[in-house]
């Protein structure tokens, strides 16, 4: 594809449901990102994959977030029993991870506005 | 943790003139990594700078990376309303690719 895609763009969840969001990365991407980001600030580091393997969740901020990609291609960001403070934007981030010391691009997605009510 | 700071958080420019806005990281980075994100929208990779002094341009904008790695500086010049967004440094953690963003300079042009 030509870039990052996620689903839904909007979700509206009632305080206790859960919800499953979606990223599909550029394809052939080994490395996917989930970032989280409030209204005015950064995105912040959610968890990370190389291919399936899940390297890094440290910035999953309870056990109410999961995520998965099973296949090494399209990854799932679940969060159960939504509380209002997980309202944000999630924003899905792949990269194509080269070999060497440098950082590789980061392509986001257009991200999920969650509502929680 | 690695914590990276930009300044100003806001900057309300004339269109036609110039600016900086600086981000400092706690950490030295092996990298520095800009972004902009237009309102509504989602990051878009402006640029990176991997060596120590070093100063990369994009048309009408100017990046540099500290001496010791662990500040940046954006510098536009005959700012237009194309430039209105959020512009955000990022820096990796030191193991893996995992970014540290900073809170961002949100731009504001009147023309």
């Known amino acids: 594809g030509a870039g990052v895609s996620q689903s839904p763009r909007y979700k509206v969840a009632k305080r206790g449901q859960d919800v499953a969001l979606r990223c599909d990365p550029i394809?052939?991407?080994?490395?996917l990102f989930w970032y989280q980001q409030a209204l005015g600030q950064g995105p912040e580091f959610l968890t990370y994959?190389?291919?399936?393997?899940?390297?890094?969740k440290s910035g999953l901020p309870s056990d109410r977030f999961f995520a998965e990609r099973p296949e090494g291609s399209v990854s799932t960001l679940k969060i159960q029993r939504t509380q209002q403070e997980d309202s944000a934007v999630y924003l899905c981030?792949?990269?194509?991870?080269?070999?060497?010391?440098?950082?590789?691009?980061?392509?986001f997605g257009p991200g999920t506005r969650l509502t929680v009510l | 943790g690695q914590q990276v700071m930009q300044i100003p958080q806001y900057q309300h420019v004339q269109e036609g003139e110039d600016f900086t806005t600086y981000c400092n990281s706690s950490?030295?980075?092996?990298?520095i990594q800009w972004y902009k994100q237009r309102p509504g929208g989602h990051p878009v990779f402006l640029i990176q700078?991997?060596?120590?002094?070093e100063v990369k341009k994009q048309k009408r904008l100017t990046f540099q990376f500290g001496e010791a790695k662990k500040n940046s500086s954006l510098h536009i010049t005959a700012t237009q309303t194309t430039d209105v967004g959020t512009y955000f440094c990022a820096g990796p953690e030191a193991a893996g690719n995992k970014l540290t963003f900073g809170g961002g300079t949100r731009v504001l042009v009147k023309p």
């Open positions: 994959f190389q291919n399936e393997a899940q390297l890094d």
């Open positions: 394809s052939g991407h080994v490395s």
């Open positions: 950490t030295t980075l092996s990298n």
């Open positions: 700078l991997v060596k120590s002094g």
């Open positions: 981030a792949s990269s194509l991870d080269l070999a060497g010391g440098h950082t590789d691009t980061q392509y």
